[in-house]
C-alpha cells in the first residue's frame, strides 16, 4: 500500500465511524423539529418537492441521459481522486451561483431549485462513478449511486442501514432484483425530502434567500462529494485488497 492510499485509509477510517454512529441526542431533536416544522409548510411546497424527487430518481434508473458515460480506466487512485475532486469544485461552484440566482427571485424562483440542485448532484455522481472506474450502464451500479446519495442526505438511522449495503456491496448486489422496478425509491424520497427541507426552506424568506441558496448549495454539493470520493474509494480498497489476497 502506498503512502497515499494509507492516508486515504485512516480518512476512510473516521468516515467509515461516522457513518456507523448511534443517532445522538441532537440529531433526535433536529428530527423532531423537522417533523414539526414539515406540518406548518404549505402542502403544495411538500408536493413539488417530493414530484422533483420521484421524477429524479425515475430518469436515474430508466433515462439515457445519465448513462452515456464510460467508465476511466488505467489510473491510480490519486489520479483517481485529483480528477474526482476538481469536478466536485466545479459543481460546488455551479450550484453556488444558481442558488445565488433562484433565491434572489423570491418564492417561484426558489421552488425552481430544489429539481436544478438535484439534476447537479445526480450527474456529479454519475461522473464520479466513471472516474473511479465502474460502469454506470449497469443498473447495480446505479443503484449504488442512489445508496451514496442515501449516505449523505438521511437520517442517521436510514444512514447506518444504507451503509451496510455500501459496505458489503458485492454480496448485496447479487441480492438484488433483476426488475429494476422493485427498488424502494419511495423510501429513498422521503429520507431526502426530510433532511434537506430544513436548509433549503430558509431560502424561500424574503431577503435573506440568496445568501442561503449560495451557502447551502455549496455545503450540500461538497457533503455529497465527499461521501462519494470515500463510498467509491472503500470498493476500489477492498477490490485491490481482494486481488492481492488472491
Given at each position: 500500500?502506498?503512502?497515499?492510499e494509507?492516508?486515504v485509509?485512516?480518512?476512510l477510517?473516521?468516515w467509515q465511524?461516522?457513518?456507523q454512529?448511534?443517532?445522538?441526542?441532537?440529531?433526535?431533536?433536529s428530527t423532531?423539529?423537522?417533523?414539526?416544522?414539515?406540518?406548518?409548510?404549505?402542502?403544495?411546497?411538500?408536493?413539488?418537492?417530493?414530484?422533483?424527487?420521484?421524477?429524479m430518481?425515475?430518469?436515474?434508473?430508466?433515462g439515457?441521459?445519465?448513462?452515456?458515460?464510460?467508465?476511466v480506466e488505467?489510473?491510480?487512485?490519486?489520479?483517481?481522486?485529483?480528477?474526482v475532486?476538481?469536478?466536485?469544485e466545479?459543481?460546488?461552484?455551479?450550484?453556488?451561483?444558481?442558488?445565488g440566482?433562484?433565491g434572489a427571485?423570491?418564492?417561484?424562483?426558489?421552488?425552481a431549485?430544489?429539481?436544478?440542485?438535484?439534476?447537479?448532484?445526480?450527474?456529479?455522481?454519475?461522473?464520479?462513478?466513471?472516474?473511479?472506474?465502474?460502469?454506470v450502464?449497469?443498473?447495480?451500479?446505479r443503484?449504488?449511486?442512489?445508496?451514496?446519495f442515501?449516505?449523505?442526505?438521511?437520517?442517521?438511522?436510514?444512514?447506518?442501514e444504507?451503509?451496510?449495503?455500501?459496505?458489503?456491496?458485492?454480496?448485496?448486489?447479487?441480492?438484488?432484483?433483476?426488475?429494476i422496478?422493485?427498488f424502494?425509491?419511495l423510501?429513498?424520497?422521503?429520507?431526502?425530502?426530510?433532511?434537506?427541507?430544513?436548509?433549503?426552506?430558509?431560502?424561500?424568506?424574503?431577503?435573506?434567500?440568496a445568501?442561503?441558496?449560495?451557502?447551502?448549495?455549496y455545503?450540500?454539493i461538497?457533503?455529497?462529494?465527499?461521501?462519494?470520493?470515500?463510498?467509491?474509494?472503500m470498493?476500489l480498497?477492498a477490490e485491490?485488497?481482494?486481488?492481492?489476497?488472491?
Amino acid at each position: 500500500m502506498t503512502p497515499y492510499e494509507q492516508a486515504v485509509k485512516t480518512e476512510l477510517t473516521r468516515w467509515q465511524q461516522a457513518m456507523q454512529k448511534p443517532p445522538s441526542t441532537f440529531g433526535r431533536l433536529s428530527t423532531a423539529v423537522q417533523r414539526r416544522i414539515n406540518r406548518i409548510i404549505p402542502q403544495k411546497v411538500h408536493a413539488v418537492v417530493t414530484a422533483t424527487i420521484k421524477q429524479m430518481t425515475r430518469a436515474v434508473l430508466f433515462g439515457a441521459e445519465f448513462l452515456s458515460r464510460q467508465p476511466v480506466e488505467g489510473k491510480t487512485l490519486i489520479q483517481r481522486d485529483a480528477d474526482v475532486a476538481r469536478r466536485i469544485e466545479f459543481y460546488k461552484k455551479t450550484s453556488a451561483a444558481e442558488g445565488g440566482v433562484t433565491g434572489a427571485g423570491g418564492f417561484l424562483m426558489s421552488l425552481a431549485d430544489f429539481p436544478i440542485l438535484l439534476a447537479l448532484k445526480m450527474k456529479m455522481l454519475f461522473e464520479i462513478a466513471s472516474l473511479y472506474g465502474f460502469p454506470v450502464n449497469d443498473y447495480r451500479e446505479r443503484v449504488y449511486i442512489l445508496y451514496v446519495f442515501q449516505l449523505a442526505f438521511s437520517s442517521q438511522e436510514r444512514r447506518q442501514e444504507v451503509y451496510q449495503y455500501v459496505a458489503n456491496w458485492p454480496e448485496h448486489s447479487r441480492q438484488l432484483p433483476d426488475d429494476i422496478h422493485k427498488f424502494d425509491w419511495l423510501t429513498f424520497q422521503q429520507e431526502y425530502r426530510d433532511y434537506i427541507d430544513l436548509a433549503k426552506m430558509a431560502q424561500l424568506i424574503p431577503g435573506i434567500g440568496a445568501v442561503v441558496g449560495v451557502v447551502v448549495n455549496y455545503r450540500l454539493i461538497n457533503q455529497l462529494g465527499r461521501t462519494a470520493m470515500n463510498a467509491y474509494r472503500m470498493r476500489l480498497l477492498a477490490e485491490d485488497n481482494a486481488l492481492r489476497i488472491e
